[in-house]
Each structure stands twice: as C-alpha cells, then as structure tokens.
C-alpha cells in the first residue's frame, strides 16, 4: 500500500489540541515523524510526540526556535481562536489579539518554518469566510486573510504547495469554556440544521490537512469542510 507521509517529518503548530491533534496522531498513524509547535506540552495520546515549545504571537521565539527546527516535509498551522466581538463601539486595541494569532500566527510560521522545496504547508481558516454570522466580523476577517494567506504562498513558494482547510463546526476543546449542556444542545441543533446531519470531530477535518499534504494536485486551494452550511 502507498504511504506517502511514512518517514516524513511534520510539524503541527497548534497541535497540543482539537483539530491540530488530530492531525498529529493521524499523520504519526500514515508513518511520519511528527513534531507538535504549542505552548503547552502535549499529553495523554500525544505523551511523547516531539515537542517544540512555542507561542506564535511571539516572533522572535518563532523565528529562533524555527532556525533550530526541521526541515519539514509538511507543516499544519492549527492555531487561532478569534472571540465574537460586535464592530460598532469598539475599539481595534482590544479585539487585535485574535487576528494576532490566527493570521500573524500564521504568517510568522510561514515565514519562518524550514520546508522541504516540494513538500507543503496547511493552513485553517474557518466557514465564516464564505457564510459569516452576526457577531463574527473579525473570525470572517481573519478566516479571509488566512485563505488569501494560502493562495499568495502557492506562488511565492512553489514547487511547496500551500494550501487552507475551512471548517465548519468541530467539536474541539476550543468549545470547552462553554458549559456542557450548553455546548451539547448546541451541536445537537447544529447536526440536526446540517444537510450532512454531523458536526465535524477533529479526525474528519485531520483527514482533509493528510490530504493536502499528501495529494500533488492541491496547491492554493481552499476546502470547504462544513457539513453543507454555506448551503443552508
Ligand atoms: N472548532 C471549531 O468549531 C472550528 C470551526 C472553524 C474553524 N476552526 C479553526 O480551526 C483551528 C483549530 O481549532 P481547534 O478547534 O482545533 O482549537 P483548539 O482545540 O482550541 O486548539 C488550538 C491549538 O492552538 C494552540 N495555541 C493556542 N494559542 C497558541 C499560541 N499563542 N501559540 C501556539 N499555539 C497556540 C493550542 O495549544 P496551546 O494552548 O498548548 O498553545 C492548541 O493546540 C483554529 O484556527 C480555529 O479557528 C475551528
């Protein structure tokens, strides 16, 4: 059977949790020598993965602990959080953190991550860039540049293939500061509003990062993985 990443060396950022985890423990399943980016350092089924510690709002620590990493055939950026904040009223010094993280994020590991020439490199965006919601400006934002992020790098860093996954809602840790009732009837209404009927896991999107990884094809693209809810 043909194992493309068996062997290869991949770096998650953000790996430690939810999406980026997934990814991780996938891309170690297809035989690559994964290497997790977070802050903290990664536990239970990730209990000694490689482990760089790293904050990717901090650039100087990113550029020096990537100088010292690698190369990478392939690297994940599974960073960002960008809380819901209305525009009118406020004020751009209190709601930059998360475009710091989700976007700056990911241009510090772009610009600074040892990739092989031909190997890739896999961002995460989010639906809101194609079906935005109230209150969410600045997730629909920063899910925009992170896509233009990708298919810019397509070409700057080519035969490197760059590419973006969108996801819909994943049922992630990124949800954990919701109380659990909540949360549940959350995805449970999610599920049943879907045309897929299911909210994603971490493994279903992991798959789709495997895929842009692995497929030659797939340069500046961007897949959509959202259970049909651009649709609905
Ligand atoms: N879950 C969803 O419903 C959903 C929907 C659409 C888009 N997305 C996007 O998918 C991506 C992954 O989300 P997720 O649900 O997997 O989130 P998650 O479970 O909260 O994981 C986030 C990861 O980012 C790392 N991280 C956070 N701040 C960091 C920093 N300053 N420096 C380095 N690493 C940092 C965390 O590790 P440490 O805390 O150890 O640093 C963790 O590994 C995000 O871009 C999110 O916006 C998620």
């Given at each position: 059977?043909?194992?493309?990443?068996?062997?290869?060396?991949?770096?998650?950022?953000g790996?430690?949790?939810?999406?980026?985890?997934?990814?991780?423990?996938?891309?170690?399943?297809?035989?690559?020598?994964?290497?997790?980016?977070?802050r903290?350092?990664?536990?239970?089924?990730?209990?000694?993965?490689?482990?760089?510690?790293l904050d990717v709002t901090d650039e100087d620590g990113v550029?020096?602990?990537?100088?010292?990493?690698?190369?990478?055939?392939?690297?994940?950026f599974?960073v960002g959080h960008v809380a819901?904040q209305?525009?009118?009223?406020?004020?751009v010094a209190q709601v930059r953190d998360g475009f710091d993280l989700k976007f700056w994020g990911a241009y510090r590991i772009?610009a600074?991550?040892?990739?092989?020439?031909?190997?890739?490199?896999?961002?995460?965006?989010?639906?809101?860039?194609?079906?935005?919601?109230?209150?969410?400006?600045l997730a629909?934002c920063a899910?925009?540049a992170v896509?233009?992020l990708?298919?810019?790098?397509?070409?700057?860093?080519?035969?490197?293939?760059?590419?973006?996954?969108?996801?819909?809602?994943?049922?992630?840790?990124?949800?954990?500061?919701?109380?659990?009732?909540?949360?549940?009837?959350?995805?449970?209404?999610?599920?049943?509003?879907?045309?897929?009927?299911?909210?994603?896991?971490?493994?279903?999107?992991?798959?789709?990062?495997?895929?842009?990884?692995?497929?030659?094809?797939?340069?500046?693209?961007?897949?959509?993985?959202?259970?049909?809810?651009?649709?609905?």
């Amino acid at each position: 059977m043909d194992r493309p990443l068996k062997d290869k060396a991949v770096l998650v950022a953000g790996g430690s949790s939810g999406i980026g985890a997934a990814t991780a423990l996938a891309a170690a399943e297809a035989g690559a020598q994964v290497t997790i980016a977070s802050r903290r350092v990664p536990d239970g089924a990730l209990a000694g993965f490689a482990h760089i510690p790293l904050d990717v709002t901090d650039e100087d620590g990113v550029a020096a602990a990537l100088a010292q990493a690698g190369p990478f055939d392939h690297v994940a950026f599974t960073v960002g959080h960008v809380a819901r904040q209305a525009v009118r009223g406020s004020r751009v010094a209190q709601v930059r953190d998360g475009f710091d993280l989700k976007f700056w994020g990911a241009y510090r590991i772009a610009a600074h991550a040892r990739i092989v020439e031909g190997g890739s490199l896999t961002l995460v965006s989010g639906a809101y860039a194609v079906r935005p919601a109230k209150g969410h400006v600045l997730a629909a934002c920063a899910n925009i540049a992170v896509e233009g992020l990708a298919k810019s790098l397509a070409l700057e860093f080519a035969p490197t293939r760059v590419n973006c996954v969108s996801p819909g809602l994943v049922d992630t840790p990124l949800w954990s500061g919701m109380d659990d009732a909540r949360k549940r009837a959350m995805f449970e209404q999610a599920a049943n509003a879907l045309p897929a009927g299911h909210v994603g896991t971490g493994a279903d999107i992991a798959a789709i990062i495997l895929l842009c990884m692995t497929n030659p094809m797939l340069t500046g693209s961007v897949l959509l993985a959202d259970g049909g809810h651009v649709l609905v």
